[in-house]
């Protein structure tokens, strides 16, 4: 891959192409319009984008500054950010749809609502257990959580506490407890966060859209500031993410989405895999293009990640992307049953121990299990193998408290000392003398000793707890900076601490040599050379409740994500007991039938990856377009025009409005009044803003053209189907009172200003 100096030129385009496979080059070159990747584990998509946006840059077709890209978290947007400046393209924004929402919902605050920016809380739980109180209720530490994750997943799908209760049984979810109390929980919830005046992650999205569609002059703002998008992961958006990255579009299709829909396994938090599925059909003239040649595992783990998804049903299966490997042979997976569960960890732990043994770096290996109630058997086998291991899903590596103060005390201060007294050095130490390894370089020796003076030692202590985390936290940090060193020879304590504080901020943190024990859901999107995948069992995999067969094709995808985890050694075990001795009344789980005795052909034969382009100029296409029939008529888009002098509508405002902004309004000022109070007394209700309900240019739309039938209702902007079947009675029958009053008024002889 071409490198670059951060803060360097844009690196040739030709040089960013030859870079790339046929497929990641169609994609690098799809520089306008629609634009939807449909990218397999192990494919290369993060490097097609990055190489994307770069090559837009190189060829002056992108201002750096006029791109946005977004994912969903810090870590893929870190990584992201630091190829893009490696590609010379330091200037585009790569983000997470919160953090861009946060910073646009602060700098536009003071211009759109005044008063000071209201204080984002950082977890759910505390107001969710203020409002169990309120409520005089009683729930546990795990309850809240759980109440906490409902109530994320309703703002997420933009489901209020009053619709909770029917909306959670639509979608078949299990509340933590009666859904009228969940909804009960959520209503207080949301109470209690007005009092402090205090938004969640949910409300940053949410008050950013409010502000662009309530203000279309903010909203052209940022329109014009991006001009061009790429969203990282599009299969696991949400409504309130959709709705948002449509007002950053506006009437406008530079969007690059990229997807898997097979490994959509997060629908339970509200991610929803049709906007990924449907989006050739919402657009016109889309370019699709597969990227199938998978870099990333061997033959053997294609082949069974293949022939896994041969089985699987519904639409996400329809829009599979089958794998090509591109890697040399390696070996077989292999298959394990054992008696109980006691034995099986112990023989994963010992298969581990094998691994370390033959050279094996234990940061490589991986033990994937369902839930996080089965790592006891795991920690406890390797514990007593000798075999070190870490857990992921604790606290984020650089906001632990040690490592801060190393970073931002030790370092920094240390560093700074070495800028003031350059001739210095540390007690004992030379400053081109070799470390005690022998080794060239002394910033590994510095650190160490920088660390010692605050009381690390080499010799971790003995056992758990929290002085062992504060010990490896700080031996990561050195081993961080034995990588460093080697890789950067004349770097010092100013240029290891600048690295660690951009890392910091793209929560990239540094591996741990330790095997790691994860859930399923929390490895997506990492891999490792030797993956475990353990208690393959029915009732774990698929889980007990996944009863439903949407809820049984997500397992599936669960299964598929953790085989696609591994590059080279694949390992699948179950056991028939619980315990030693115990009953065997478990048995493998059903998504292994046929899957034992050989997994279909070599996977590094077959067609390559498709690109299915559009011609000519893009449009959005309505949201609602079907996506099922392969031969769909093209739908007319018709242009929308002002409804009083018939010219094309251009601006977004005076769609909003159907007319022109200088043709005469038909409003009625009281019938304007009328819709207001009614506007007031709903968002007071549902305890949203005013402008959740219906923006003022809605309301200005629906008083000027007076719909008398839903489906009239329907065609102004702003309202569609889910708002009219919520409110569409209403407001269809105080528009009707208030024409029936001002017809009779003239008939009595009043006036419409009497």
Not at 168 to 178: F, I, V
Not at 249 to 274: H, M, W
Not at 692 to 700: E, G, S
Request: aromatic share 6%; proline share 5%; hydrophobic share 40%.
């Amino acid at each position: 891959m071409p490198q670059t100096h951060p803060g360097s030129g844009p690196v040739p385009a030709a040089a960013l192409l030859d870079a790339l496979d046929p497929e990641q080059r169609a994609v690098a070159e799809a520089l306008h319009g629609p634009v939807c990747v449909l990218a397999g584990a192990g494919t290369g998509k993060t490097r097609a984008i990055t190489y994307r946006i770069a090559h837009g840059v190189a060829t002056g077709e992108y201002i750096p500054s006029q791109v946005l890209a977004v994912t969903f978290t810090q870590r893929a947007a870190g990584e992201m950010r630091g190829r893009l400046r490696q590609l010379g393209a330091g200037g585009v924004q790569a983000r997470t749809f919160h953090a861009a929402a946060l910073r646009q919902l602060q700098y536009f605050w003071p211009k759109a609502v005044g008063g000071p920016n209201p204080q984002l809380i950082d977890s759910k739980i505390p107001l969710v257990s203020e409002a169990v109180r309120r409520l005089r209720l009683n729930a546990e530490r795990a309850e809240l959580r759980d109440l906490a994750g409902e109530i994320e997943w309703a703002k997420s799908t933009q489901v209020v506490a009053d619709d909770y209760a029917a909306a959670a049984a639509k979608a078949q979810r299990t509340p933590p407890r009666d859904a009228a109390e969940v909804a009960k929980v959520y209503a207080e919830y949301e109470s209690a966060k007005r009092d402090r005046n205090a938004i969640d992650f949910e409300d940053v999205l949410l008050l950013t859209i409010g502000i662009m569609e309530e203000r279309p002059d903010i909203a052209a703002t940022v329109r014009n500031q991006y001009r061009f998008f790429t969203v990282d992961e599009y299969q696991d958006v949400n409504p309130l993410q959709q709705r948002l990255l449509d007002c950053w579009l506006g009437e406008r299709a530079d969007v690059c989405v990229v997807g898997d829909a097979s490994q959509t396994i997060y629908s339970f938090t509200g991610a929803d895999p049709r906007y990924l599925l449907d989006f050739a059909d919402r657009f016109d003239d889309p370019t699709v293009v597969k990227l199938v040649r998978d870099y990333r595992s061997t033959p053997q783990v294609v082949a069974l990640a293949n022939a896994l998804l041969d089985r699987a049903e519904g639409r996400a299966a329809k829009a599979r992307v089958q794998l090509i490997a591109q890697r040399a042979d390696g070996p077989r997976p292999k298959f394990a049953e054992h008696p109980d569960a006691e034995t099986e960890a112990r023989e994963v732990a010992r298969e581990i121990r094998k691994l370390m043994d033959a050279g094996v770096r234990l940061s490589e290996v991986v033990v994937l299990y369902r839930i996080n109630a089965q790592s006891e058997e795991y920690e406890q086998a390797l514990s007593d193998a000798g075999v070190p291991y870490i857990l992921r899903g604790v606290e984020r590596f650089f906001e632990r408290p040690e490592v801060r103060e190393a970073i931002q005390v030790w370092l920094r201060g240390a560093a700074k000392a070495r800028s003031d007294h350059a001739s210095d050095t540390l007690p004992g130490l030379g400053a081109d003398g070799p470390d005690e390894d022998g080794e060239g370089g002394s910033l590994a020796t510095e650190v160490r000793a920088i660390f010692a003076s605050h009381g690390w030692t080499p010799l971790a202590p003995k056992g758990a707890g929290r002085l062992r985390d504060r010990w490896e936290s700080l031996a990561a940090l050195v081993s961080l900076a034995e990588e460093y060193g080697r890789t950067h020879p004349d770097a010092g304590l100013d240029r290891f601490s600048a690295e660690l504080r951009e890392r910091a901020d793209a929560q990239h943190a540094p591996t741990v040599e330790g095997v790691t024990l994860s859930t399923f859901h929390a490895a997506k999107g990492l891999e490792w050379d030797a993956v475990f995948l353990v208690g393959m069992t029915e009732g774990m995999m698929p889980i007990t409740y996944a009863e439903t067969p949407e809820q049984i094709e997500e397992e599936r995808r669960l299964l598929y994500v953790g085989v696609t985890r591994a590059r080279e050694r694949l390992f699948l075990s179950w056991s028939l007991a619980r315990s030693p001795g115990g009953r065997a009344s478990r048995s493998p789980s059903r998504f292994l039938d046929g899957l034992r005795g050989g997994v279909g052909r070599d996977t590094r034969e077959g067609a390559a990856g498709g690109v299915i382009r559009g011609g000519g100029s893009a449009r959005r296409r309505s949201p609602g377009s079907s996506a099922d029939s392969e031969e769909r008529p093209r739908r007319v888009v018709e242009p929308i025009t002002c409804r009083i002098c018939h010219r094309s509508l251009i601006d977004a405002a005076e769609r909003k409005i159907g007319r022109c902004e200088t043709c005469p309004s038909t409003l009625d000022p009281e019938l304007y009044e009328e819709l207001r109070e009614w506007r007031a007394g709903q968002a007071k209700k549902q305890k949203l803003p005013a402008y959740c309900v219906f923006t003022d240019a809605t309301l200005t739309a629906i008083g000027e053209s007076l719909p008398a039938t839903p489906a009239a209702l329907t065609k102004i902007a702003g309202v569609g189907k889910a708002k009219a079947d919520r409110y569409g009675d209403e407001v269809l029958g105080l528009i009707s009172a208030h024409t029936a009053d001002y017809k009779g008024g003239h008939m009595s002889g009043q006036t419409a200003e009497s």
